[in-house]
């Protein structure tokens, strides 16, 4: 520890510490514009200069490492002189244009120039003009602004992870831009927003739609992965205007992700619903609510009272609120109904878990570890922020490793790498069992069959970086769990945890998929497959959310009863029966419980869109109609508190259900890598049209594979293919030599894929 002195404060800091960083655990605010606490010190600004005893000239406090004994003084008059000779350099070239900058009235440059600019400027030649840059659809430019503070480089190349702007030039010649022809393409990209100080970088969506000063703020959490990034929903004339990240450093940090950003253009979709509708003799027709409900009592208790109660499937999206998903597993626990499921996309009917599975760990005990492990996830799309906060751990020491069924760059160092076909990755998995079980001198459970595994290099090496660490975590992530074969990979992955003495942990889709766990929402064992004549659907779209959409489709168009619940229309237009408006996350109050077992509950931020209503309070109606007992809630809060009465730690176990027996299975012929894509894993993204302009939603429109593979279907990029999977789907051929040979990448819950079958024959042709 440091003893320093600041305007007259004596405090003690850290060894390492800066000047900056002692002010502001005192509170002693330093102008700044290139300073950030979570990038790299460049001090390039120069706005932060200060007096210190001793020194020749005023220092930046961002980069000055305190001394024992230092004084600083941060208000004098040879630090204000600095700071404001730094300010009139910095206004020489900037626009005189704040009233019709959307930065207006939130810009650092604009409060810091009242405090230490002056009325008129003594530079009279004619000011610098930059053009603007086309960052891509998420990201406006007015380059005239920029002020070269960095932050946005920096954030690109530290915290994405991969430099995609560049600051070319010198003095007043520099200038921000991107590589020639590319645009600003990472699915953290909007922070650099957030970052930066002017008008340089802004909302490309929220532009000219209000100023600032004309929005409301309130707090939210995010509908759209494990994650539960906490939210500042900005909101005017009862619509949301934009989104902005709420601090939490245990949670999202001061991050988000750009669905978490810019989904809230689908709340205003011309696609939302306002009325209840009833299906009439094949013609929709709008109703009240009263005889819409009513109209679903009857439906339901007379498909109930021919058919019986295990006829009925009550299914809903993890994104629910827990709220939403307790009272609609009331109602069906009231009717009878037990075919209840929230994982819509599990494809093992016998992947169990003991109890509720979850990370395992906290968020933050995770970026802790020494080493993770993460098997079967495209973890950049699956879980952004989360990748970010390894990316970090990484720099600090933590060695990832992955055993994936491509060869995606994380865009950080890896301590092992196994690529595997999409149908090999138990068998990735076995061998880095064998080897840990090799190194450590112990005997693999005698349900899991080693005997012909062979250990190549890469699983040597991941096995080596598990034995040699301390703290080790081990991930399955969705590729892994909504996979053909998920049980078996739960399997060999708790077997690898336990000999190498890990943390088993699951990286849960959707928003709530800890909490529908929770309150007992099983797996879709036999949902579809086995067709219902009744159907409860919540925020569930079964032609997207499903793991086999033609087999859901089939099963709900030949039901006698399916009930809707959606804020959207869609194609559930097709083959609901009626079909109930009820609120988006924005619109309703609730909470989710995120995958570290965190319950962040939210009040709604703008008032439910015409007829619409919250489906927490359909369904307490619903029950009452039905003359169900225990319905009778005054306000969400009521129904969180009954959900959660029996708290929820006692109940996480990642440990599977049952012993699973796992023999290794020889693969050949063509296969297909389906993953959803970060952009289509929910009803709200898929309906926002900035991240459907985006490239990595573009990318998803494609079928994929390494030359080796095009060579022998005889196609080359740039193709129209043909592929044939119980239904057909014509895609655009790309070249991507990240996958093994045989393997086909075709996303999943695309709107030109989703009439593939995935259990059925995988054929491809040039079209």
Same mark, same amino acid.
């Given at each position: 520890m440091l003893e320093v002195e600041i305007d007259g404060n004596k405090l003690t800091v850290p060894g390492g510490s800066t000047v900056m960083d002692a002010a502001t655990s005192i509170g002693v605010f330093i102008p700044h514009f290139c300073y950030h606490k979570k990038l790299s010190i460049a001090a390039n600004c120069r706005m932060c200069l200060v007096q210190v005893e001793k020194a020749p000239k005023p220092l930046p406090a961002c980069a000055t490492p305190v001394t024992d004994g230092m004084k600083v003084w941060?208000?004098?008059?040879?630090?204000?002189?600095?700071?404001?000779?730094?300010?009139?350099?910095?206004?020489?070239?900037?626009?005189?244009?704040?009233?019709?900058?959307?930065?207006?009235?939130?810009?650092?440059?604009?409060?810091?120039?009242?405090?230490?600019?002056?009325?008129?400027?003594?530079?009279?030649?004619?000011?610098?003009?930059?053009?603007?840059?086309?960052?891509?659809?998420?990201?406006?430019?007015?380059?005239?602004?920029?002020?070269?503070?960095?932050?946005?480089?920096?954030?690109?190349?530290?915290?994405?992870?991969?430099?995609?702007?560049?600051?070319?030039?010198?003095?007043?010649?520099?200038?921000?831009?991107?590589?020639?022809?590319?645009?600003?393409?990472?699915?953290?990209?909007?922070?650099?927003?957030?970052?930066?100080?002017?008008?340089?970088?802004?909302?490309?969506?929220?532009?000219?739609?209000?100023?600032?000063?004309?929005?409301?703020?309130?707090?939210?959490?995010?509908?759209?992965?494990?994650?539960?990034?906490?939210?500042?929903?900005?909101?005017?004339?009862?619509?949301?205007?934009?989104?902005?990240?709420?601090?939490?450093?245990?949670?999202?940090?001061?991050?988000?992700?750009?669905?978490?950003?810019?989904?809230?253009?689908?709340?205003?979709?011309?696609?939302?619903?306002?009325?209840?509708?009833?299906?009439?003799?094949?013609?929709?027709?709008?109703?009240?609510?009263?005889?819409?409900?009513?109209?679903?009592?009857?439906?339901?208790?007379?498909?109930?009272?021919?058919?019986?109660?295990?006829?009925?499937?009550?299914?809903?999206?993890?994104?629910?609120?827990?709220?939403?998903?307790?009272?609609?597993?009331?109602?069906?626990?009231?009717?009878?109904?037990?075919?209840?499921?929230a994982n819509l996309r599990q494809q093992d009917a016998s992947f169990a878990t003991a109890g509720v599975q979850w990370l395992g760990q906290s968020i933050v005990e995770l970026a802790e570890n020494d080493a993770v492990l993460v098997i079967g996830s495209t973890l950049r799309k699956e879980q952004p922020l989360l990748a970010q906060r390894l990316r970090q751990s990484v720099?600090?020491?933590?060695?990832?490793?992955?055993?994936?069924?491509?060869?995606?760059?994380?865009?950080?160092?890896?301590?092992?790498?196994?690529?595997?076909?999409?149908?090999?990755?138990?068998?990735?998995?076995?061998? &880095?069992?064998? %080897?840990? =079980? /090799?190194?450590? *001198? @112990?005997?693999?459970?005698?349900?899991?069959?080693? #005997?012909?595994?062979?250990?190549?290099?890469?699983?040597?090496?991941?096995?080596?970086?598990?034995?040699?660490?301390?703290?080790?975590?081990?991930?399955?992530?969705?590729?892994?769990?909504?996979?053909?074969?998920?049980?078996?990979?739960?399997? &060999?992955?708790? %077997?690898? =945890? /336990?000999?190498? *003495? @890990?943390?088993?942990?699951?990286?849960?889709?959707? #928003?709530?998929?800890?909490?529908?766990?929770?309150?007992?929402?099983?797996?879709?064992?036999?949902?579809?497959?086995?067709?219902?004549?009744?159907?409860?659907?919540?925020?569930?779209?079964?032609?997207?959310?499903?793991?086999?959409?033609?087999?859901?489709?089939? %099963?709900?168009?030949?039901?006698?009863?399916?009930?809707?619940?959606?804020?959207?229309?869609?194609c559930a237009y097709d083959y609901a029966d009626v079909i109930l408006p009820v609120s988006p996350f924005a619109e309703t109050s609730g909470t989710f419980i995120n995958l570290e077992s965190r319950p962040q509950s939210f009040n709604g931020v703008v008032r439910p869109l015409g007829e619409t209503r919250p489906a927490w309070k359909v369904f307490r109606v619903l029950g009452n109609l039905l003359g169900l007992a225990g319905f009778e809630f005054a306000s969400s809060e009521e129904v969180r508190d009954e959900a959660l009465a029996n708290g929820i730690e006692g109940k996480l176990n990642n440990a599977p259900a049952a012993a699973v027996n796992v023999k290794p299975v020889a693969a050949s012929g063509l296969t297909r890598l389906a993953e959803v894509p970060l952009y289509q894993i929910d009803a709200l993204v898929r309906r926002a049209p900035s991240l459907q302009a985006t490239v990595d939603a573009q990318s998803a429109a494609t079928l994929r594979a390494n030359a080796t593979t095009l060579a022998t279907l005889g196609l080359v990029a740039g193709d129209q293919a043909k592929v044939v999977q119980g239904g057909e789907a014509v895609l655009t051929v790309a070249q991507d030599d990240a996958l093994l040979d045989q393997v086909v990448r075709i996303a999943a819950a695309h709107p030109l894929t989703r009439g593939l079958d995935g259990a059925a024959a995988l054929q491809v042709v040039k079209a």
């Open positions: 941060t208000h004098s008059d040879a630090a204000v002189k600095a700071q404001k000779g730094v300010m009139e350099f910095l206004l020489i070239n900037h626009p005189l244009d704040c009233p019709i900058c959307d930065q207006g009235g939130e810009c650092q440059l604009q409060d810091l120039a009242v405090g230490y600019g002056q009325s008129g400027s003594r530079y009279e030649e004619e000011k610098r003009s930059v053009v603007n840059k086309n960052l891509g659809p998420l990201i406006s430019t007015d380059m005239t602004r920029c002020i070269h503070c960095t932050r946005c480089v920096r954030f690109t190349e530290e915290v994405a992870g991969f430099q995609e702007l560049g600051m070319p030039g010198r003095g007043e010649h520099s200038e921000i831009m991107s590589f020639i022809g590319k645009t600003v393409n990472s699915e953290i990209s909007g922070n650099v927003i957030d970052l930066c100080p002017v008008g340089a970088l802004t909302s490309k969506p929220f532009r000219f739609s209000a100023r600032t000063w004309e929005l409301s703020r309130r707090k939210s959490v995010s509908p759209h992965d494990g994650l539960g990034s906490n939210l500042i929903v900005q909101v005017k004339d009862h619509q949301v205007k934009r989104v902005l990240p709420l601090e939490n450093e245990a949670v999202n940090e001061c991050w988000l992700s750009d669905r978490d950003r810019y989904s809230y253009e689908a709340l205003n979709s011309g696609e939302r619903l306002q009325k209840p509708l009833i299906k009439q003799g094949g013609a929709w027709q709008e109703v009240d609510w009263t005889v819409a409900l009513e109209y679903v009592a009857n439906g339901l208790k007379s498909v109930i009272e021919e058919h019986g109660a295990d006829n009925v499937a009550a299914l809903a999206s993890p994104s629910s609120t827990l709220e939403e998903l307790f009272l609609l597993k009331k109602l069906a626990a009231g009717l009878g109904v037990k075919n209840t499921a720099k600090k020491g933590l060695k990832l490793a992955v055993v994936n069924p491509h060869n995606d760059d994380l865009l950080t160092t890896l301590h092992g790498s196994l690529v595997t076909r999409p149908d090999q990755l138990v068998e990735g998995a076995l061998e &880095v069992l064998k %080897a840990v =079980a /090799e190194q450590k *001198g @112990a005997s693999v459970p005698a349900h899991i069959d080693v #005997a012909g595994v062979t250990v190549s290099e890469q699983a040597l090496a991941i096995a080596t970086t598990l034995v040699a660490s301390e703290k080790v975590g081990v991930l399955l992530g969705n590729l892994a769990v909504e996979g053909v074969r998920a049980a078996e990979l739960h399997a &060999v992955a708790t %077997a690898i =945890a /336990e000999i190498s *003495g @890990a943390k088993l942990g699951v990286l849960t889709s959707g #928003a709530n998929a800890v909490g529908a766990q929770l309150i007992g929402f099983n797996a879709t064992a036999g949902a579809f497959a086995k067709p219902k004549k009744a159907y409860v659907l919540l925020n569930a779209e079964v032609d997207f959310d499903t793991a086999n959409a033609p087999q859901a489709l089939a %099963a709900v168009e030949q039901a006698e009863m399916v009930v809707v619940l959606s804020p959207f229309q869609s």
